[in-house]
């Protein structure tokens, strides 16, 4: 197999791979935010829901943007597992 074939395969991979992290974290937020938030389901928000869901959600993007960071410059810098 060529250089470039394996770059070409390695990339999907990590394309692969970051998809799948997202869409663990969207299902974490759903998840999270939903039971800390929703203590009555009805069939629309209150005002008080919305804010907590949006804060909630902002919370565990924050969080995975700085472990995310983290670990990428710690990769930069050990070379990967």
């Given at each position: ?8 395969i ?21 998840t ?11 069939p ?38």
């Open positions: 197999m060529d250089q470039k074939r394996i770059q070409a390695q990339e999907q991979v990590r394309q692969e791979v970051a998809v799948a992290n997202f869409q663990d974290l969207l299902q974490r937020i759903n999270k935010c939903f039971a800390k938030c929703i203590t009555k389901p009805g629309r928000l209150d005002g008080s829901e919305e804010v907590c869901l949006s804060r909630c959600t902002e919370r565990y993007i924050e969080a995975w943007n700085v472990v995310s960071s983290t670990l990428k410059r710690r990769m930069e810098r050990e070379g990967p597992i």
